[in-house]
């Protein structure tokens, strides 16, 4: 096992809290899905601008509350819909990066989809600078996140990817791929969920007979889309499903926080 890295998966529709952070293990596929408990076609909230609000709300509960900053962003937005703008978007990114860089590390980076929309897994390298580094520098990274960065990120995904504000992000995601006319109108959110099973079955017995990179490309052949289509990987990545990252060995956007610092 890798003990230099760690993921921590940031979702784009739900609550803000961080989900759980663990060292890399053996199987690409971390990212998980929608809970098949969740009730279908919930929605977090009847439209963009109502989930501001909440947002807003809930921002004097939080552990780590938004900056002043961020807050001017999503109010912002109230006056076009709910609708946080690409410009706004790119600046609570920069916004997020010098945080971090105050901090005393190199500046965080991400995964790129089409139109410049951002991963939403942060994976860090500490290059050898041990667990305790590692988990610091992570820990400081999503304070920098949930201040200047994690609710304008979400809303901005929202309004491309999931307008219907499904809860369930596998939804949402499917949804997207029916909008862009990228599969059949009959298919669904549980469709995907089984997909997406047979796809890691098929990736965990392929690694005797093929190289791993081999073998995940092939396991990708069981979707009823194109998985590396620009446009699927669109919806994947605006549904808080950051699939550049999911492959064998990708070091796409993987930040090192000591990195061309005096740390």
Sequence with gaps: MNTKRLYCAVLAAGLLILTGCGTVNASPQHAPTGSSTEVASAKIASSLSERIQNLLAMNDTMAQPMSEKQIAILKRALDHDGKVSKTDYDQAWSNYQQCVIDKGYAAPTSTIYSDGIRG????????????????????????????????????????????QLYADRDEGFVDCLKRKELVDPSYTAQQFKKEFEQSGEEYSANPEQYPPKEAWQKSQEV?????????????????????????????????????????
């Design 223 to 263: 979707y009823s889309f194109d998985f590396y289509d620009s446009q699927v990987q669109y919806c994947f990545a605006t549904n808080g499903h950051d699939v550049k990252t999911w492959a064998p060995e990708s070091d796409e956007g993987v930040w090192h926080p000591f990195r061309n610092n005096n740390q």
């Design 120 to 163: 939403s897994t942060t994976v860090t390298d500490a290059d050898d600078r041990g667990e305790d580094a590692l988990h610091k520098a992570q820990d400081d990274s999503d304070a920098c996140r949930l201040s200047e960065y994690q609710s304008v990120d979400e809303m901005y995904r929202l309004s491309l990817g999931n307008p």
